[in-house]
């Protein structure tokens, strides 16, 4: 019942695109729609981009005529840029700091190249970007989290956290390590309120594909041959479902895949 998510603050990593993009926005349309009062803290590198989600947050949330709530911040952040994170609540006003919901989606796959081919740069940038960036958020959190006895971690992982692929070293072993991350603070936190979920998306039509080939669009296109790819709001509906499960229930792993995609 997505009444459980009235009152909440969810803060998206990676909004400004995407699956990221379009949880945002589900949240906010599922608060409309139960005349709702709640807020959501969108964050990526593109000011711009963001500033747009969340204006169309806001719009949506107008258009349900409501008199009260829906407060969405867009703030930049790059999150494997640790001094960034460590001020990131300098950049939150202060009735957004009580955050319930963290959907940790921030995050990219550069390159195809085998071993031996791949750019240091872009192993790094990887590694930065969807591993400790992802703990460091986590990290900001989950001490918050702990105080409150309450909160709700959301990662996203992938099908290459559980699969592998030639070409994908680099992003499947941060994948892997999101899964072993998650499914370990999983464990920690038993026997309290607090819940983790990881959502593992297979093939999802985004800028995911572009930013992999490096902005050749045709290329990027050329996955989806044979096969009716995921939409981001496919998955966003996943996230806000974990998300409105009643207290006592944590939807621990979710692997979403298009219905041919072996
Ligand atoms: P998009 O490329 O559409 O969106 C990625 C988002 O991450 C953008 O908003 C981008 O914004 C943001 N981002 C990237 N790096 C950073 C950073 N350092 N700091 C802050 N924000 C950042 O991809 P998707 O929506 O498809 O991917 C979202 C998540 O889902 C990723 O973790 C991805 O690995 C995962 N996934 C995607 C699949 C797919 O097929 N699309 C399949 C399985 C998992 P900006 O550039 O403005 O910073």
Redesign the pocket.
């Known amino acids: 019942n997505a009444s459980r998510l009235l009152g909440k603050t969810v803060l998206v990593?990676?909004?400004?695109?995407?699956?990221?993009?379009a949880t945002a926005l589900l949240f906010a349309k599922h608060l409309c729609h139960l005349k709702g009062g709640s807020n959501v803290i969108l964050?990526?590198?593109?000011a711009e981009?963001?500033k747009s989600v969340a204006e169309a947050c806001a719009s949506a949330f107008k258009e349900s005529g409501l008199k009260q709530g829906g407060k969405f911040a867009a703030i930049q952040?790059?999150?494997?840029?640790k001094a960034q994170v460590a001020s990131f609540w300098d950049k939150v006003p202060a009735d957004l700091r009580n955050v319930d919901i963290l959907v940790n989606?921030?995050?990219?796959?550069l390159g195809v190249e085998h071993v031996g081919d791949i750019k240091d740069e872009d192993i790094e940038a990887m590694f930065?970007?969807?591993v400790l960036?992802l703990i460091s958020v986590t990290q900001l959190l989950i001490k918050d989290f702990k105080a409150r006895q309450s909160g709700h971690v959301i990662n996203?992982?992938?099908?290459?956290g559980r699969e592998t692929y030639p070409g994908g070293s680099i992003?499947t072993a941060t994948?892997h390590a999101v899964h072993a991350f998650t499914a370990t603070m999983m464990r920690e936190l038993v026997n309290t309120p607090i819940r983790v979920t990881e959502i593992?998306?297979?093939?999802?039509?985004?800028?995911?594909?572009?930013?992999r080939f490096r902005g050749d669009a045709q290329a990027a296109k050329k996955v989806y041959t044979g096969l009716e790819?995921?939409t981001?709001a496919d998955?966003a509906e996943e996230i806000v479902w974990a998300a409105a499960r009643p207290p006592h229930v944590n939807v621990a792993e979710v692997l979403v895949l298009p219905v041919n995609q072996a």
């Open positions: 990593t990676g909004a400004s695109a995407g699956i990221g993009a964050v990526a590198r593109r981009a963001i952040l790059d999150v494997s840029d989606n921030a995050g990219f796959v930065a970007t969807n960036g996203l992982g992938s099908i290459a992003y994948k593992q998306p297979g093939m999802v039509e985004t800028e995911f594909s572009i930013v790819p995921l981001a998955i």
